[in-house]
Each structure stands twice: as C-alpha cells, then as structure tokens.
C-alpha cells in the first residue's frame, strides 16, 4: 500500500476563495433603497425627472455653444500643414 498523499488522488479544494475575496472587497459607492410611502415615492420621481431635464438641457447648451464657432483647437495645425 501506498503511504502518504499520491499525485493527483485527494479531490480540489471547491473555490471558496472567491466568496471570501467578495466579502472582503464590498462594492464601493452609496446604496440606494428606493421609498415606500407615496410622499416619498412622488418626491423621488419628481428628482428623478428634474434631473433629467437638467442634464438635458445642459448637454444642448454644450451642442449649441460647441457648434456655434470655428474650433480653435484645429486652426494650429491647419496653420502648420500651410
């Protein structure tokens, strides 16, 4: 009979490596539990699409103030290809 561990006989480990490296490393950034009363369910919409509309508006303020002059950034080499 063979004494000791042989090559390859004992079973793998079951890979709880990656559980313990999941609890150790939790996920960064806030948590958000959405309301459950009405008030605050309203009030959370109400932000949601306020927010929105904001971004909205600030992104066509970008389009309208990036397509309203020449692109300075591009005279300098238009300059040095001349």
Known sequence: M???KTKGLH???SSSRQAAKAAANPKKGKRYIPPKKTALVRQASMRQSLTAKINKSIEQQMVSAASAGKLSIM?????AYV
């Open 11 to 13: 079973s793998k480990v």
């Open 75 to 79: 005279k300098n080499t238009l300059d």
């Open 2 to 4: 063979v004494q000791g």
